[in-house]
C-alpha cells in the first residue's frame, strides 16, 4: 500500500533550535508539497517541488524556513531558529503531474516550539 | 487570487439524517475542485474530484456535484463513521503542471447516534 511517510510524528522543542522534518514520497510521484495546519488559518501551502526543482516557496517564511530534495525519495523542511508561532501540524504531499492531478498526503508532524 | 470558503464550520447530524456541505470558490480557471476527508490526527484522504460544472461524483453515502460558483457534498443516511472534517480545494489552470491547491478551512462534521 503506498503512502507518504513523514518523520517525526511529533517534535517538541525550543525556542531558537533547530527543527528538519522529513517526508518520503510515493514512488514514481514527481511532485512535493508542503503544508501547514492551524486552527485558525487551514491548510496553507508552504513549498512545492516538481522534478526535485522548487517551483513555488511563496508561503514560507524565507528567513527561517527552507524546502530541499536532495534526492526523487527524500524532501526536508528546516526550520532555524524555530519560534513558537512556529507551533502547527505539518504535511507533506505527494502527486503525479499528468493524471488526475490527485495529491497523497502523509499523517504530518505535529510541531510544539515551547 | 484564489478563494475557497466552506460552510457550515460545524455540522451536527443524527444518524440518518442527511444533509450538504457547502464550497463556495472564485478561481481564474478551474482545472479541478477536490473533497478530501480528514479525521483527528490524521492527514487528509482523497475523495473525489470534479473538473466542469454538472459534474457528480458518488462514493458510497457521499454524492459531490459542481456549479460555475460552488460545491456540494451531499450526505445520504450518514453513519458515525462518516464523522470526520471534510475539506473542499481548488487547482487553478494558471498553475501549470504544478498541481497547486488551494484550500477551504473545512466542515467539521459530527454524527450521532
Known amino acids: 500500500d503506498a503512502r507518504v511517510t513523514q518523520t517525526p510524528r511529533h517534535k517538541v522543542t525550543e525556542m531558537g533550535q533547530e527543527v528538519t522534518m522529513r517526508c518520503q514520497p510515493i514512488l514514481g510521484h514527481n511532485t512535493v508539497f508542503w503544508y501547514r495546519q492551524t486552527m485558525m488559518q487551514g491548510l496553507e501551502l508552504l513549498a512545492y517541488?516538481?522534478?526535485?526543482?522548487?517551483?513555488?516557496d511563496s508561503g514560507m517564511p524565507k528567513d527561517r524556513f527552507s524546502a530541499e530534495m536532495p534526492d526523487a525519495t527524500l524532501a526536508t523542511l528546516k526550520i532555524q531558529p524555530s519560534e513558537p508561532r512556529d507551533s502547527a501540524v505539518y504535511f507533506c504531499a505527494s502527486g503525479l503531474t499528468g493524471t488526475r492531478n490527485i495529491q497523497y498526503f502523509g499523517a504530518g508532524t505535529r510541531l510544539s516550539v515551547l | 487570487e484564489d478563494q475557497v470558503t466552506q460552510s457550515p464550520e460545524a455540522l451536527r447530524l443524527q444518524e440518518g439524517e442527511s444533509s450538504s456541505l457547502n464550497c463556495s470558490y472564485t478561481?481564474?480557471?478551474?482545472?479541478?475542485l477536490f473533497w478530501y476527508r480528514q479525521d483527528p490526527g490524521k492527514g487528509p484522504e482523497f475523495l473525489f474530484t470534479?473538473?466542469?460544472a454538472g459534474e457528480e461524483k458518488e462514493k458510497e453515502r457521499l454524492k459531490a456535484t459542481l456549479t460555475k460558483k460552488e460545491s456540494f457534498l451531499h450526505i445520504t443516511a450518514p453513519k458515525p463513521e462518516d464523522s470526520a472534517t471534510y475539506l473542499c480545494?481548488?487547482?487553478?489552470?494558471?498553475?501549470?503542471?504544478?498541481?497547486?491547491?488551494?484550500f477551504g478551512t473545512g466542515t467539521q462534521l459530527k454524527v450521532e447516534l
Open positions: 517541488f516538481r522534478n526535485r526543482a522548487p517551483l513555488d
Open positions: 480545494a481548488v487547482q487553478s489552470i494558471l498553475t501549470g503542471g504544478g498541481n497547486k491547491l488551494t
Open positions: 478561481v481564474s480557471g478551474l482545472r479541478g
Open positions: 470534479l473538473y466542469s
